[in-house]
């Protein structure tokens, strides 16, 4: 009889493993500060790869198109905000209403509109961020349900939180040109007392 073999062990993730994720977090963060700043004009993986610190050749290593980068870094900013937001603790309304605001109006969204802008006249990014603004409307109005502890069952419920936040884009389209903070507070003020008497 031969020696047995004692069964692998699952090895930790090797230092290469560690840099190839630290190099692909740094190009979606830096994508997604170039698209706020720069717009889809100015934006493109040299400027990207130059920003994060590394070459060309790993930008395109971890993303072969500049649609691949783009869309990957708005879609992981926007992971990270709705883990953000899913570990709010629970809280009035009113710090529900701002923190769902907040994410219309920083750079993320900014991001964002920059690839709807560019998807409207590119033919191959626009069903890339179709899909991906679907998904992220999809999971932002789920985390909204509960945090406002929404009953969508009961009939206009459901129409009350979407409203909320295409007020919240709204918010954020207006901010893009101005600092609409002043306004912006006493709007949320409002709808949150509006979704009080709407909810229950």
Known sequence: MG????????????????????????????????????????????????????????????????????????????????????????????????????????????AALQLWVAASNEAQLRPRVTELEARVGRETHRIAVELLRADEARPGVRETVQGLLDMARGLGLANVLTDDRARREKVVAQWAALLDEALG
Request: proline content about 6%; glycine content about 6%; some cysteine.
């Open 3 to 110: 020696a047995v073999t004692p069964p692998r062990t699952p090895a930790a993730k090797s230092p290469k493993q560690d840099r190839s994720r630290v190099t692909r977090q740094r190009l979606l963060e830096a994508a997604v500060a170039c698209l706020a700043e720069h717009g889809w004009a100015g934006s493109t993986v040299s400027v990207v790869a130059e920003r994060a610190g590394v070459s060309r050749g790993a930008a395109q290593h971890h993303f072969p198109t500049r649609e691949d980068l783009f869309t990957g870094a708005v879609e992981y900013v926007a992971e990270e905000r709705s883990a953000a937001l899913r570990a709010l603790p629970v809280q009035g309304r009113t710090a529900v209403v701002a923190a769902l605001v907040d994410l219309y109006t920083g750079p993320l969204f900014r």
